[in-house]
């Protein structure tokens, strides 16, 4: 079944750590997002990709990265995490304009 | 640019009752437009879409109309359960070759017993 995977649900973490957020699809789609969710429910668009070896900033600025060695996974790398980066994070995917896919999105603790 | 406002929420309903979230955009020519829904503690689920003007999205007893002249996409359900209760996003991609998916803020939807 076509589906969009992330990695882990839900992670605790300490200041200073590294961390990658796994995202993975299976539809074949070339275009990738990340999305950061605050409390207040605002969706921010912090990465994009269009397909392999494409990756752009999106519009709310992150200390975040990214990569897309292959098409099918898309993941965002924390170098040195903090607590500022306590967010859910989202992940997506889509096909030209009929709409994104999303994953079922980390809920990611930095204490 | 590009924008999406939607009603701010709560909106607390008894169950059974109608159901309104109001949604307008700001984008040139015709955008094609979503409603998402979020349950807790989940992602985001595709609930609706229309892609040109007139067409009416539904799913779910949920349905909205692309609304060209008043630059609408309201979401309407006429009974509401208590397994209603989510967050609604309506969202839109603009005619650019961004495929860039711009959200509203989002509205709290409570269905009470």
């Known amino acids: 079944e076509a589906d969009i995977y992330q990695t882990p649900r839900y992670l605790v973490i300490g200041t200073g750590k590294k961390i990658t957020l796994e995202c993975s699809q299976t539809?074949?789609?070339?275009?990738m997002y990340w999305y950061q969710q605050d409390p207040g429910m605002e969706l921010h668009l912090i990465h994009y990709s269009y397909g392999v070896n494409s990756t752009e900033k999106g519009d709310l600025s992150s200390e975040s990265t990214v990569s897309r060695i292959r098409t099918e996974h898309f993941p965002l790398t924390l170098e040195s995490a903090r607590p500022s980066h306590t967010s859910q994070y989202l992940c997506a995917s889509s096909e030209a304009k009929f709409g994104y896919t999303f994953g079922s999105g980390t809920r990611l603790t930095v204490v | 640019g590009n924008s999406v406002t939607q009603m701010e929420g709560p909106v607390t309903l008894s169950e059974e009752a109608f159901l309104t979230i109001n949604c307008t955009y700001t984008a040139t020519g015709y955008p094609s437009l979503f409603w998402y829904v979020q349950y807790p503690g989940e992602g985001l689920q595709l609930l609706l879409k229309a892609t040109k003007a007139d067409d009416k999205g539904s799913n779910k007893g949920f349905e909205a109309t692309y609304r060209k002249e008043t630059t609408s996409f309201h979401l309407e359900k006429g009974s509401v359960q208590v397994s209603d209760s989510a967050v609604y996003f309506c969202a839109l991609i603009g005619m650019d070759s961004s495929y860039k998916l711009i959200f509203g803020s989002g509205t709290r939807l409570l269905v009470r017993p």
């Open positions: 539809m074949g789609h070339d275009k």
